[in-house]
C-alpha cells in the first residue's frame, strides 16, 4: 500500500512537502513516482525517483521547483514542492513501478491521493 499526505492550500510562489509512505511490500524492488491529476485532465507524471541508483526524473514543468527524496528506512517518499504555481493545482498521487516510467500503465500500486490547491 502507499499514503499520500500533505497537500493543502497555498498561495502562488509557497510550498509544500508531500509524503508518500509505503507498506506491505518491499519499498526497495520498486521505484516511486509522484502524477497529478487537474479536474478534466488526464494523469500526468510529475517526477519519480529509482530504487536502485538514487536516479531521478522531473516533468519539464516542475524542473528547478520540485524535489523528490526517499528514504528507505523510513519507507518514505517524499516530494518538495517550491515556488508553486497556480497550475500546479491538483490531486497528487503517489505510485509504486518496476521503474523510472512516466505513464500510469506501468505503475502497479496508488495511493489514495492528495489535494493541492495553489491560488493566484
Known amino acids: 500500500q502507499l499514503q499520500a499526505s500533505g497537500g493543502g492550500l497555498v498561495q502562488a510562489g509557497g510550498s509544500l512537502r508531500l509524503s508518500c509512505i509505503t507498506s506491505g511490500f518491499t519499498s526497495d524492488d520498486y521505484a516511486i513516482g509522484w502524477f497529478r491529476q487537474a479536474p478534466g485532465k488526464e494523469r500526468e507524471g510529475v517526477s519519480c525517483i529509482s530504487n536502485s541508483d538514487g536516479s531521478t526524473y522531473y516533468a519539464d514543468s516542475v524542473k528547478g521547483r520540485f524535489t523528490i527524496s526517499r528514504d528507505s528506512a523510513k519507507k518514505l517518499v517524499v516530494l518538495q514542492m517550491t515556488n508553486l504555481k497556480p497550475e500546479d493545482t491538483g490531486v497528487y498521487y503517489c505510485?509504486?513501478?518496476?521503474?523510472?516510467?512516466?505513464?500510469?500503465?506501468?505503475?502497479?500500486?496508488w495511493g489514495q491521493g492528495t489535494q493541492v490547491t495553489v491560488s493566484s
Open positions: 505510485g509504486s513501478a518496476p521503474g523510472i516510467f512516466t505513464v500510469v500503465s506501468r505503475y502497479d500500486a
